[in-house]
C-alpha cells in the first residue's frame, strides 16, 4: 500500500466522437476521434512518488485498455496548478 497524502483530485474527461450519415439511407457511422483526461492533484508528497501513484493508476484502469486500443487517449496533469509530466502518459503539446 502506497503511503501518501492527496488533498484534492479530480478529472476532467472529454470525449470525441463523430456521428454522421443518413439514417433514411442507412449511412449512419460513427467515428471516436479521441478521449482527453485531465487529472488534477494537490499533494505534498514528493514528485516520483506521485508519478508512481498516478501510473498505478492508469495502469490499474480497466477503461483505460479498452479505450487505447482503438481510440488515441491524450492526457494532461497538474499538480499543485503545475503541470507535470509523465514520460509515455501526457502530452506536451498543450493539448
Known amino acids: 500500500m502506497m503511503k ?8 476532467r474527461v472529454r470525449f470525441r466522437k463523430f456521428l454522421g450519415g443518413s439514417v433514411l439511407k442507412g449511412t449512419v457511422f460513427n ?12 499533494s505534498d508528497a514528493p514528485a516520483d512518488q506521485l508519478a ?23 492526457s494532461t496533469i497538474e499538480v499543485n496548478g503545475k503541470p507535470f509530466d509523465i514520460e509515455g502518459i501526457t502530452r506536451t503539446d498543450g493539448m
Open 31 to 42: 467515428r471516436w476521434d479521441g478521449v482527453d483526461t485531465h487529472l488534477a492533484i494537490e
Open 52 to 74: 508512481h501513484l498516478i501510473l498505478n493508476a492508469k495502469n490499474g484502469c480497466f477503461a483505460e485498455g479498452l479505450i487505447t486500443q482503438s481510440v488515441p487517449l491524450n
Open 4 to 11: 501518501m497524502t492527496v488533498t484534492k483530485a479530480s478529472c
